[in-house]
């Protein structure tokens, strides 16, 4: 009932806000009037993915308890280009990186959802 009423409080709050809004545009005559009644707000996003080293990523990868291949796989990428992460040769770079910094705030959700993706079967 407490999450009722709580939607009620802020849906009641967001029409009155909407209503004496309207009513403020009905007193407007010309555009230049606006930035006295409206509210602007820029935000700029720091989108651009850290680098990692390859410490880094080996510690992700172990985090995970994953071999290179699987979690080469999981990546999109060669086992090869993650040994050369892990072994400093080169670098990850562009989405990847991303990622990485995911798997690495909550490498127990990726953990798991690594193993929901897995096929393990027995050869005999």
């Keep these: 009932m407490e999450n009722r009423n709580e939607q009620e409080s802020v849906g009641s709050e967001l029409a009155g806000r909407l209503r004496r809004f309207?009513?403020?545009?009905?007193?407007?005559?010309?555009?230049?009037?606006?930035?006295?009644?409206l509210t602007v707000r820029k935000v700029k996003l720091n989108l651009q993915?850290?680098?990692?080293?390859?410490?880094e990523v080996k510690h992700i990868r172990k985090s995970l308890n994953v071999s290179q291949p699987v979690f080469a796989d999981f990546l999109g990428i060669s086992v090869?280009?993650?040994?050369?992460?892990?072994?400093?040769?080169s670098e990850a770079n562009g989405p990847v990186c991303?990622?990485?910094?995911?798997?690495?705030?909550?490498?127990?959700?990726?953990?798991?959802r690594i193993r929901e993706l897995s096929n393990v079967t027995a050869s005999c």
Excluded: C, M, N, V
Aim: charged share 35%; net charge negative; aromatic share 6%.
């Design 22 to 37: 309207t009513e403020k545009l009905k007193t407007i005559d010309k555009a230049s009037e606006l930035p006295e009644i």
């Design 98 to 112: 991303r990622i990485l910094e995911e798997i690495q705030r909550d490498s127990a959700a990726w953990s798991s």
């Design 80 to 89: 090869a280009t993650l040994r050369d992460w892990e072994q400093g040769i």
């Design 49 to 55: 993915p850290r680098s990692f080293s390859a410490e």
